[in-house]
Nanobody, 119 residues
Framework: QVQLVESGGGPVQAGGSLRLSCTAS???????????ITWYRQGAEKQRELVAS???????NYADSAKGRFTISRDNAKNTIYLQMNNLKPEVTAAYYC??????????WGQGTQVTVSS
């Protein structure tokens, strides 16, 4: 059974940094069945949106709002995906979710971790 556990969220002041972690069990991030691993966020009364993604091969993609401030990375030995977020702004306040999409289109989600940026 695939499980994803996010951590690292919390309150932070504008301009600060956080590093989110997503640790998987039941599957390895280097598993051939994985297509892409993505961080999404969902703010209050907003739709869930892509923040950053990394393919099994290591290619990355970022939302325009994340470029230059956020970095997605992977530690295969720890089976963990990270999202380093710098120079945080209040508008990125949201619940952040980790997602694995398999080559067959299956989606696995974590429970989310809340990031709250105060001005």
């Amino acid at each position: 059974q695939v499980q994803l556990v996010e951590s690292g969220g919390g309150p932070v002041q504008a301009g600060g940094s956080l590093r989110l972690s997503c640790t998987a069990s039941g599957i390895s991030f280097s598993d051939y069945r994985i297509s892409v691993i993505t961080w999404y966020r969902q703010g209050a009364e907003k739709q869930r949106e892509l923040v950053a993604s990394i393919t099994r091969g290591g290619s990355t993609n970022y939302a325009d709002s994340a470029k230059g401030r956020f970095t997605i990375s992977r530690d295969n030995a720890k089976n963990t995906i990270y999202l380093q977020m710098n120079n945080l702004k209040p508008e990125v306040t949201a619940a952040y979710y980790c997602n694995i999409r398999s080559l067959l289109g299956q989606d696995y989600w974590g429970q989310g971790t809340q990031v709250t940026v105060s001005s």
